[in-house]
């Protein structure tokens, strides 16, 4: 079966500090790839996504990610953090195309101090 | 755009009743929602795929008779829980299929049994 893994539960990070939160699948097809982001009261949003191409994703918010097929890997980074960072991350994968399910990982709790 | 809403925002219940969850596309049209389940301090996951005009298809171990899923228009689906238990109370999440071949997620429905 399907599964995503994330490695980190929780970061804690000071303002400034760069992000990395990895992710990686268990799935030999053509996956599409997302992260999500849910700040603290509020409900997932879209934070990137990747289905082909560039394996460079940029998102929004400063965020980007790096598909590594080789790796299975879809990590998340962004170069200098904020506070209003703070938010749990989720990375998902989905079986490429139309609108098959999302498999989630456990979600990292990231908190950033100021 | 793309924006899913959820009503209610939260809900109390006795033991034994049943409450209807509404998820509602507000500005495209879904042929296919989810439905998920987030327990605190973890993932999502996902209780059901719902097709509009079709029956909706439940992952492993989710009960159909304990949650019925209507997905009778392009812009509602609905979620109801059948003689809830106080095991029951959760976080219910929506998403919907929406431009991008992305899914949407609603705001969430926390749900309390008594």
């Known amino acids: 079966a399907q599964s995503v893994s994330q490695h980190n539960h929780h970061v804690i990070l000071s303002e400034a500090a760069s992000l990395e939160l990895g992710c990686n699948y268990s799935?030999?097809?053509?996956?599409?790839l997302f992260w999500y982001v849910q700040y603290p009261g509020q409900h997932l949003q879209l934070l990137l996504k990747?289905?082909?191409?560039?394996?460079l994703v940029k998102g929004i918010k400063g965020f980007e990610a790096e598909f590594i097929k080789s790796k299975f890997s879809f990590n998340l980074r962004k170069p200098s953090v904020q506070w209003s960072d703070t938010a749990e991350y989720f990375c998902?994968?989905?079986?490429?195309?139309?609108?098959?399910?999302?498999?989630f990982g456990a979600g990292t709790r990231l908190a950033v101090h100021p | 755009g793309a924006v899913v809403s959820q009503h209610p925002s939260r809900v109390i219940c006795k033991s034994g009743t049943s409450v209807k969850i509404e998820c509602r596309s507000l500005?495209?049209?879904?042929?296919?929602m989810f439905w998920y389940r987030q327990f605190p301090k973890k993932s999502l996951m996902l209780m059901a795929t719902s097709n509009e005009g079709s029956k909706a298809t439940y992952e492993q171990g989710v009960e159909k008779d304990k949650f019925l899923i209507n997905h009778a228009s392009l812009t509602l689906s609905t979620l109801t829980v059948t003689s809830a238990h106080p095991e029951d109370s959760s976080f219910y999440i929506c998403s919907a299929g929406g431009p991008g071949e992305t899914q949407y997620f609603g705001p969430g429905t926390r749900l309390l049994v008594l």
């Open positions: 500005d495209f049209q879904a042929t296919t």
């Open positions: 998902a994968v989905r079986l490429s195309g139309g609108y098959n399910k999302l498999i």
């Open positions: 799935y030999g097809g053509t996956v599409n």
């Open positions: 990747y289905f082909s191409g560039d394996p």
